[in-house]
């Protein structure tokens, strides 16, 4: 009988011969095959394509700031019905309003509190003639203008305009000055030059007791 002393040296030259290595006490278990070597290393996480704002399209509509009623469609696409009683439309090259003017009762807060006065005036009618009042504001290089043919009356009288200074076409901007009475040998395009003229012609503003909606 063997020693069980030999008989485990025995069993160990067996397994080295058949090449095995002798394990030591402070060896580990051997790592799976999914475990890293060395120092751990994080990778960032993959952005899902929902993340990713999409590029800016042609398509959509630009940002337009809250207008007064009833101005919302100024600055937007011009729309192909139009009752020239109720609302008149001046489109840019780009289909776009550049400007627009509805009767005076169907404008709110006109000109917005946003916007600076440059030119008042009120008239003192003569017997048989209706008080009319005309108002223009800046705000930036946007024009608004309130123009009140008869103050007195049940419904009142007038027309409210809007426009952006910058989009006007030359045609545009006659129309305005016509409907302001404003003289064609004067010719406003910025805002700086509206603030000249309300300086150098007020006699000539308002003075139309009944002007075309421009």
Same mark, same amino acid.
């Given at each position: 009988?063997?020693? *069980?002393?030999?008989?485990?040296?025995?069993?160990?030259?067996?397994?080295?011969? %058949?090449?095995?290595?002798?394990?030591?006490?402070?060896?580990?278990?051997?790592?799976?095959?999914?475990?890293?070597?060395?120092?751990?290393?994080?990778?960032?996480?993959?952005?899902?394509?929902?993340?990713?704002? $999409?590029? $800016?399209?042609?398509?959509?509509? =630009?940002?337009?700031? &809250?207008? $007064?009623?009833?101005?919302?469609?100024?600055?937007? $696409? %011009?729309?192909?019905?139009?009752?020239?009683? *109720?609302?008149?439309?001046?489109?840019?090259?780009?289909?776009?309003?550049?400007?627009?003017?509805? =009767?005076?009762? #169907?404008? #709110?807060?006109? @000109?917005?509190?946003?916007?600076?006065?440059?030119?008042? /005036? #009120?008239?003192? =009618?003569?017997?048989?003639? #209706?008080?009319?009042?005309?108002?223009?504001?800046?705000?930036?290089?946007?024009?608004?203008? !309130?123009?009140?043919? %008869?103050?007195? %009356?049940?419904?009142?009288?007038?027309?409210?305009?809007?426009?952006?200074? *910058?989009?006007?076409?030359?045609?545009?901007?006659?129309?305005?000055? !016509?409907?302001?009475?404003?003289?064609?040998?004067?010719?406003?395009?910025?805002?700086?030059?509206?603030?000249?003229?309300?300086?150098?012609? @007020? *006699?000539? &503003?308002?003075?139309?007791?009944? @002007?075309? /909606?421009?």
């Amino acid at each position: 009988m063997i020693p *069980q002393r030999v008989a485990t040296s025995l069993t160990l030259l067996a397994f080295v011969a %058949c090449g095995g290595t002798t394990p030591r006490g402070d060896d580990a278990p051997t790592p799976s095959a999914t475990a890293s070597v060395g120092p751990t290393v994080l990778v960032p996480p993959v952005a899902s394509a929902t993340t990713v704002a $999409p590029p $800016p399209s042609a398509s959509v509509t =630009p940002h337009r700031p &809250i207008l $007064p009623t009833p101005f919302e469609a100024f600055g937007g $696409p %011009c729309p192909a019905d139009v009752d020239p009683g *109720q609302t008149s439309f001046m489109c840019d090259a780009e289909g776009r309003v550049a400007g627009m003017a509805v =009767p005076v009762d #169907h404008a #709110h807060d006109v @000109p917005p509190a946003s916007a600076e006065e440059i030119f008042t /005036m #009120h008239t003192e =009618p003569a017997p048989g003639e #209706h008080q009319r009042n005309v108002k223009i504001a800046l705000e930036g290089e946007r024009i608004w203008v !309130r123009y009140v043919t %008869c103050t007195q %009356c049940r419904r009142v009288l007038g027309w409210a305009f809007v426009g952006d200074l *910058q989009r006007l076409t030359k045609a545009h901007r006659r129309r305005l000055q !016509r409907a302001l009475s404003i003289p064609v040998f004067d010719e406003p395009v910025t805002a700086a030059d509206w603030r000249g003229t309300v300086t150098r012609l @007020p *006699q000539f &503003i308002g003075a139309e007791p009944n @002007p075309p /909606m421009p």
